[in-house]
């Protein structure tokens, strides 16, 4: 990526980014990212739904001739399914971090990152519930799963980890639907008064009557606080329950109390590292530079390094808890995560989640865009690695050294990967020439009153 000049934007004397934008300008600007797609934005499009194709057509073969095609070696039978999963699962993490609680907070700068972040949380997370379906096998009967009266008078086993997930997943995309449906009311209503055509005619039916008048802000403003208090706890909550799969069980390197805050620090630290990904080119493809600004992108290397920070944290006292447990079995685990065969895998992790991240402390690298963007590829990558080697390490040595094995990803394993990214990908490129992908209300509500000469209104 060539290295863009960033102008210099005017800030209060606290450091406080100043919107120099009138309200028509940031309306005009916002809608002109509607408009007919450049070619960039095309070969992106192209790419992902090339992508998507080659996962369709992987799992077209795995419903076709079964799961045997997968890398599933015994004991290992969770491998790249159940890690692209809780990969997924952690991406959508930072969407309600900034749109939810940042909102409670009242923090500004939150305002022309935040609707990226908050579909980015709902395309995840609809990606990752495409895994456990996948990985059950036999997918047509897939809404066993559900607990629904039967003739048949069966339940679901409440104690599976496979339908923690089912609730864990549903109410975390139902919440995190309607949080971006609602926020998305009164900006679609001002792309309706800006278009014509059919166009006028669908951001009409979308708009759901929108007027802005009083009645319609109270409602809206009270129901919007509402669902960002609703939606906070399940930042906590729906990733503890995706750790408590693990820890719930007895296996050296999962059963482990550290793990429901582990899981969400990495979950947010990993969903940082996919917006950065995401708006650095994004910004640029829209042209919306004067909109997303260095100021934001140093708030969000602040908060990347904090959950950084957190994590190394973390991966310490997972080592240090292992031996002083004084256990063989979870300190040969734990060895052989940085000294065994996957080796590889291990130290991926622990460089590019570790390490990568404390290169944030320099506020030049948090505010140089093509560092940051170098900087959250390593975080996706780290943290991929790093659900694979808690899940694959753990069940490649468990209790019975006779029995250990290794996994070997396969050709199906890797399909299905590439196939959720260009799933993803997809819609969220979709939604970006679609809908508003910045928030035009609310930076409108960050621009000082007008006034007159005199200092009067």
């Known amino acids: ?21 009138t309200h028509a300008d940031v309306t005009n600007d916002v809608v002109g990212t509607l408009s007919r797609p450049t070619r960039g934005y095309l070969i992106l499009l192209f790419g992902a739904v090339s992508l998507f194709l080659v996962g369709v057509l992987t799992f077209l073969t795995l419903v076709k001739d079964g ?11 969770w491998s790249v399914y159940i890690t692209t999963f809780v990969f997924w699962i952690g991406i959508g993490h930072a969407g309600t971090l900034i749109s939810a609680i940042l909102f409670l907070f009242r923090s500004p700068w939150r305002t022309a990152v935040y609707r990226s972040t908050e579909a980015m949380t709902v395309f995840a997370v609809m990606t990752a519930g495409l895994f456990p379906i996948i990985h059950i096998g036999r997918q047509w009967i897939f809404y066993w799963l559900l607990p629904y009266p039967n003739q048949r008078y069966l339940w679901p086993n409440f104690k599976s980890p496979l339908i923690w997930d089912v609730f864990a997943i549903s109410t975390y995309l139902t919440v995190s639907t309607v949080f971006l449906v609602l926020g998305l009311v009164p900006d679609v209503s001002a792309v309706r008064d800006k278009v014509g055509g059919w166009r006028r005619s669908v951001y009409s039916l979308t708009a759901v009557g929108w007027q ?9 403003s009270r129901a919007y606080l509402y669902l960002a208090a609703l939606a906070t706890p399940l930042v906590l ?10 820890a719930s069980s007895i296996v050296p390197g999962w059963h482990g109390t550290i793990f429901a805050p582990y899981f969400v620090a990495g979950a947010i630290y990993s969903g940082l590292g996919m917006v950065l990904t995401l708006i650095i080119p994004l910004r640029r493809a829209l042209r919306i ?26 991966y310490s006292m997972e080592y240090f808890v292992a031996w002083y447990s004084g256990s ?8 052989l995560r940085p000294f065994g065969p996957m080796w590889w895998a291990g130290w991926s992790m622990i460089i590019c989640n570790a390490f990568v991240s404390q290169l944030l402390w320099f506020k030049k690298i948090r505010t140089n865009l ?17 659900r694979y080697v808690i899940i694959a390490s753990s069940l490649s040595n468990d209790y019975i050294p006779w029995a250990w094995s290794g996994m070997n990803p396969t050709w199906a394993d890797w399909g299905i990967l590439a196939g959720s990214f260009g799933w993803f990908g997809m819609w969220f490129l979709l939604f970006a020439k679609s809908f508003p992908i910045v928030a035009i209300q609310e930076i409108k509500e960050m621009i000082p009153m007008p006034r007159l000469r005199g200092g009067h209104h």
Not at 1 to 21: N, R
Not at 370 to 386: H, K
Request: glycine share 6%; charged share 10%; hydrophobic share 45%.
């Open 212 to 220: 802005g008048t009083d009645n319609q802000w109270r409602h809206y």
């Open 67 to 77: 799961l045997g095609h997968a890398g599933y070696n015994p004991p290992i039978f």
């Open 328 to 335: 063989p079995f979870e300190q040969t685990t734990f060895f």
């Open 370 to 386: 093509t560092s940051l963007f170098v900087i959250s590829i390593f975080v996706n990558i780290g943290m991929w690695f790093e």
């Open 289 to 314: 530079e004067h909109m997303i600004t260095p100021y934001h992108f140093d708030n969000l290397g602040k908060l990347t390094l904090f959950t950084g920070s957190i994590l190394f944290y973390a």
């Open 1 to 21: 990526m060539a290295v863009v000049a960033e102008p210099k934007l005017p800030t209060s004397v606290h450091g406080d980014l100043v919107i120099t934008q």
């Open 237 to 246: 909550s729906v990733h503890s329950v995706v750790s408590w799969d693990f």
